[in-house]
């Protein structure tokens, strides 16, 4: 088959290429490995950070928008949102730092990412793009016409053309190693986290973020107690 347009990785930065090469009347394809996109399965946040012209962004919150001011897009988002207000590092001693704005704005917003990015990939589907799931790059080649690819998608390979290619699959990306990028690129080391959700706490701020800080929690990182939307 051939594309104008190949994305590989259906998370926020693969889809909203897909949708916005769709919306510009290019063929496209985009190939993602999960089954699922609604379902998060790394360790993430989920939170918009609100500080103005935080990394040159601004972010607004409209009704059923995500508004990106700096960039001028915006994403529809129909999903719960949760306000967080005020945050705290704890050191093991029990001594606090707060953070909080003067007039009581969020400093971070968490929202539902399976929510958010599985409405991207409903628009990709309507607009047309061709949607390959649980589907891996076996290989890729870089030619004067474009690039071609084969993807192994259940077990079944398919030759795919594109004239161009984004490869948004992730820091550590197979497939940009297969093209021959970052093979000068330094690595440093891997932060490894976990994610829990504790149910039945008493007397939990809400709309608060706490940071216990300090090798006394049997940790070298920072242990990170916040709000979920799951239980708003």
Not at 5 to 16: C, E, N, Q, R, T
Not at 68 to 76: A, I, L, R, S
Request: proline fraction near 3%; charge should be positive.
């Amino acid at each position: 088959m051939r594309y104008d347009i190949a994305v590989v990785g259906a998370g926020p930065a693969g889809l909203m290429a897909a949708k916005t090469a769709a919306e510009n009347g290019l063929r496209t394809v985009l190939i993602e490995k999960r089954k699922d996109v609604s379902k998060i399965t790394r360790a993430c946040c989920q939170q918009f950070i609100m500080d103005e012209n935080f990394q040159g962004e601004t972010i607004r919150i409209a009704k059923g928008k995500v508004i990106f001011t700096e960039n001028g897009f915006d994403v529809d988002y129909h999903g719960p949102l949760l306000n967080v207000t005020d945050k705290y590092f704890v050191s093991p001693g029990g001594h606090k730092i707060h953070f909080a704005n003067n007039d009581n704005s969020p400093i971070v917003v968490k929202f539902d990412k399976g929510l958010l990015l599985q409405g991207i990939w409903n628009q990709c589907d309507r607009l047309g793009v061709t949607l390959r799931t649980a589907a891996l790059v076996c290989n890729a080649e870089d030619r004067s016409t474009g690039v071609e690819m084969t993807i192994n998608a259940g077990g079944v390979s398919e030759k795919l053309h594109a004239k161009k290619f984004i490869v948004a699959d992730g820091v550590n990306s197979k497939t940009a190693e297969k093209l021959g990028f970052n093979q000068g690129r330094t690595y440093f080391a891997t932060a490894l986290c976990t994610l829990s959700v504790i149910e039945g706490l008493k007397d939990f701020e809400p709309c608060t973020l706490k940071s216990y800080m300090g090798r006394a929690y049997q940790s070298f990182a920072p242990l990170i107690m916040g709000p979920s939307t799951d239980l708003s």
